[in-house]
């Protein structure tokens, strides 16, 4: 059906998918040699909202810098800025409360939620259905609020601090929590039957934008990317940090490798984060929120110290290589859809156009992220 | 003379009238239904339950700017959203609304909507090619080949009830199904007992005919952009909203007309007519509640769907219903 | 497990087996690999090597099935050097990733593309050189990627004024 097909040569056209185009959700580009609708060579046009967030982390503190790793990513901020203050924790011997980890670990489980749900509801329209992404976003403004309640932000957070967080959670936040891992829940159940059920949404997922374990593997892919071609990998697990290890969890893992796997691993992912988001409220100790010795100024010892989390879109990375100044010598994002992305330009080859851009969909881009 | 050509004028005036109004009202319809599936308000700050909204709608498109992109070719870029919307108008001078309201009764009235329809493909084209916009041309290359291969299944179950009948003209069809629900040609008869099947056959075609979600290819917005009406702004944009709307009460009243009896009403409570907008109407709610369901097909899904599936069985259908004829 | 295996595999590519205890922070270093501890700085193995080892050593790390995690430079003006980074990771449960590092001279900053040994490190080269000016010789396309398409400068370098 959608086989590569025999090209004449010369037959060719071009097509520029971006930088403003309804499927690539943000300013992507990817310059497309078709054959009729059939993809040809894609070449992916990066750039388009690339700020220098590492020319930045070089000439503010590291304190300064805590509000830019929430714009990289706006769906999932919290996982981002985790991986800063994990990474400032571990190069400075910052020993962080337990209650400060387990408030850490459940606001970012809620942000995955978040940004999970948001990305089911835009995949769901890139497909052409409109409804789910209320269903989707109905949900997602209770976590924002839940959030905003105690972060003071809805989209970009600044939150963690180093040695803590800026402000402990309430009784509310707790009570809301509660009432809406129920709901979600049933939201699960019911996208499943609107969504997941549908034969044409099967028709046009299974067996579509088949990646390799080996493919991930030199592209480095990582997250619901790699998990849906059968590779366990979740830095969550793999590398445990934080207070992770103390939740019991599981990695959803499919190994068809198609677009199908793929959303059926963020589908799953959502369950789990329930799972923890439970597990920590009913754990969640009593104790400060802020670690006590904590030098005000923090200076890095010299060195070179690197931190991966699992965010929403994979496992994201940072390197801060330190002069023993206030703020970075050299500060490095490896931010996983850049790698996710990379695929795409091989993966697509042969494709019809409508089925690279689900494919391209399921990839969950955002495009802040990958031009940091 | 003078008086059957000034009765013509009326009847053509009463079709644009209602088929505008279908049109435009159909927009708020259609917002106001998928609100209500995605639960949120829609449109209701215009007048009582917004609905003003369609009027002012109608303003704002017709006060802007017409743009013809550079490059373009002018004549057929103009022409093509006049096409969309013309044959639709035209199609309603030959619909039954009642035993009594009709603008003009033919005796191939069922051929003549069919011939109007498949003008609708070429309005596609001509805006696709004339637009010079690569995502136009693809999307009305789409687009053709989705009406050329949904106008055949279509036309053969229409064909199996122009068999039973023996007529074309739609007036004698609908009374052919008079007298009676049982009489409809959706439940099975003794000359043709697949019934049931071509009136889904019918439904789903007239889906695609009008390029209606899941079949909506020629638009596919998250893949081509606006497809065919890319390029338009105004009231050219307009008219092509406004040709898809009326080609969508055209499709209503012909599955109406040929499989739900037409303005025959099961338990007589009120006029013909009134059963008649009725019946057309919980078909348009029910393309509506279609399209703010499912996502889209891919274009090899609906082709093969179109070839591989509705094609033969409509042959089938047709087959049977002839062998049957001929037996009984 | 790996992580020996790796380590001694890595140490081959060196004359003499130079000593694998860390070195001071900051303190000049030759050649060779060194065993980090993970929980000061998040990586477990760090390998100094020479532009014609780069490769084998790539080689090595590929054929151990570890996946490329991201590549970047450092630019040490004060030693006149570029430095490229180079991470490496696991996908299973065998914790153990591993830094390659290839220090060249400012101005002359050519390194030996690795694309032909894992693709993905394509667009992690090219940003290289968007921000560093490192040439990676062999590239297949090493047009500026984050950087507008006429760029020509290199923003992370020190002595970079916008």
């Given at each position: 059906m959608s086989a590569p097909i025999q090209l004449q040569p010369g037959e060719t056209f071009i097509l520029n998918v971006g930088p403003q185009h309804p499927a690539t959700h943000g300013v992507l580009r990817v310059k497309m040699e078709m054959d009729g609708e059939y993809i040809v060579k894609a070449e992916t046009v990066l750039g388009y909202v690339h700020r220098m967030h590492e020319k930045m982390g070089e000439n503010r503190t590291y304190a300064q810098y805590l509000p830019n790793l929430s714009r990289l990513d706006y769906l999932g901020a919290l996982g981002y800025t985790h991986g800063h203050v994990l990474v400032i924790e571990r190069a400075a011997g910052i020993e962080v409360p337990e209650r400060a980890e387990y408030i850490r670990a459940i606001t970012v489980e809620l942000n995955r939620l978040a940004s999970h749900l948001f990305w089911f509801g835009c995949y769901v329209m890139d497909l052409g259905g409109f409804s789910p992404l209320m269903y989707a976003l109905e949900d997602r403004e209770y976590i924002l609020d839940m959030l905003e309640a105690v972060t003071g932000a809805r989209l970009t957070y600044c939150y963690y601090r180093f040695g803590g967080l800026y402000n402990d959670v309430d009784d509310d936040f707790i009570e809301a929590a509660k009432r809406f891992i129920p709901r979600m829940r049933k939201s699960l159940k019911k996208y499943a039957a609107l969504v997941t059920g549908n034969i044409i949404f099967q028709k046009r997922l299974e067996g579509m934008g088949p990646i390799s374990a080996e493919m991930c593997r030199k592209y480095g892919a990582t997250g619901a990317v790699a998990r849906g071609s059968g590779i366990n990998f979740d830095v969550r697990k793999n590398e445990p940090y934080s207070v992770y290890p103390e939740f019991d969890f599981d990695i959803p893992v499919y190994h068809e490798g198609d677009s199908m796997a793929r959303y059926k691993v963020r589908m799953d992912e959502m369950e789990q984060s329930l799972r923890i988001i439970e597990q920590g409220l009913a754990k969640l100790p009593g104790g400060p929120i802020m670690a006590e010795k904590k030098p005000k100024n923090i200076k890095l010892p010299v060195g070179d110290f690197y931190q991966a989390v699992e965010t929403a879109r994979g496992s994201f990375g940072i390197r801060i290589v330190s002069d023993?100044?206030?703020?970075?010598?050299r500060l490095k994002l490896r931010s996983p859809t850049y790698s996710n992305m990379h695929l795409f330009d091989e993966a697509c080859e042969g494709m019809m156009i409508m089925d690279a851009l689900a494919f391209m969909g399921s990839l969950d881009l955002v495009i802040p992220e990958i031009d940091r | 003379m003078s008086l059957t050509v000034l009765n013509v004028l009326v009847a053509v005036v009463i079709a644009i009238g209602f088929a505008a109004l279908n049109a435009a009202y159909l927009v708020w319809a259609e917002r106001r239904g998928a609100a209500r599936i995605q639960r949120r308000p829609g449109?209701?700050?215009?007048?009582?339950?917004?609905?003003?909204q369609p009027p002012l709608d109608g303003i704002k498109l017709m006060t802007k700017q017409i743009m013809i992109p550079g490059g373009a070719d002018k004549i057929l870029f103009m022409v093509a959203p006049v096409l969309a919307m013309a044959p639709a108008i035209l199609s309603f001078v030959t619909i039954p609304f009642s035993d009594t309201i009709v603008a003009h009764n033919m005796d191939i009235g069922l051929l003549m909507i069919f011939a109007f329809a498949s003008m609708g493909a070429l309005a596609v084209l001509f805006a696709g090619w004339g637009s010079r916009n690569k995502y136009s041309v693809m999307a009305s290359v789409r687009a053709v080949s989705q009406n050329v291969s949904y106008e055949i299944p279509m036309l053969i179950t229409a064909i199996t009830v122009v068999m039973i009948t023996g007529s074309m003209d739609l007036k004698t069809i609908t009374a052919a199904q008079t007298g009676g629900f049982w009489n409809w040609n959706i439940f099975p008869s003794l000359h043709s007992p697949l019934m049931p099947l071509s009136f889904i056959l019918f439904f789903i075609c007239s889906l695609a005919e009008t390029n209606r979600a899941p079949f909506d290819l020629g638009e596919a917005e998250s893949e081509?952009?606006?497809?065919?009406?890319?390029e338009y702004g105004s009231m050219g944009f307009g008219l092509f909203f406004m040709g898809e709307y009326a080609n969508i009460v055209i499709g209503a009243s012909l599955t109406t007309i040929l499989f739900l009896g037409g303005w025959d009403c099961p338990f007589g409570l009120f006029p013909g007519v009134w059963w008649f907008l009725l019946k057309i109407y919980l078909l348009i709610a029910t393309f509506i509640w279609i399209r703010w369901t499912f996502p889209r097909t891919t274009i090899y899904g609906l082709l093969n769907l179109s070839w591989k599936i509705l094609i033969p069985l409509s042959l089938f259908n047709l087959l049977l219903t002839a062998g049957l004829l001929k037996v009984f | 497990m790996i992580l020996e295996t790796t380590r001694e595999a890595l140490q081959s590519l060196f004359a003499e087996s130079a000593p694998a205890v860390e070195v001071e922070a900051g303190a000049p270093r030759g050649n060779g690999v060194i065993t980090r501890d993970y929980n000061a700085h998040g990586y477990h193995l760090d390998a100094l090597v020479d532009a014609e080892q780069l490769l084998a050593a790539v080689q090595i790390i590929d054929q151990a099935g570890f996946f490329i995690e991201s590549i970047t430079g450092v630019d040490w003006i004060k030693e006149n050097q570029l430095e490229v980074i180079y991470d490496f990771s696991r996908y299973d449960f065998d914790v153990c990733r591993v830094v390659i590092r290839i220090r060249v001279p400012r101005d002359l900053p050519v390194v030996p593309t690795i694309t032909s040994i894992y693709a993905g490190a394509n667009w992690h080269e090219r940003e290289t050189h968007d921000f560093f000016g490192i040439k990676f010789a062999g590239h297949p396309h090493l047009i500026p990627l984050l950087l507008p398409e006429d760029a020509d400068f290199h923003p992370l370098l020190k002595d970079f004024k916008a």
């Open positions: 023993g100044d206030k703020n970075a010598y | 449109p209701n700050i215009n007048g009582p339950f917004g609905l003003l081509l952009v606006a497809g065919f009406h890319t | -």
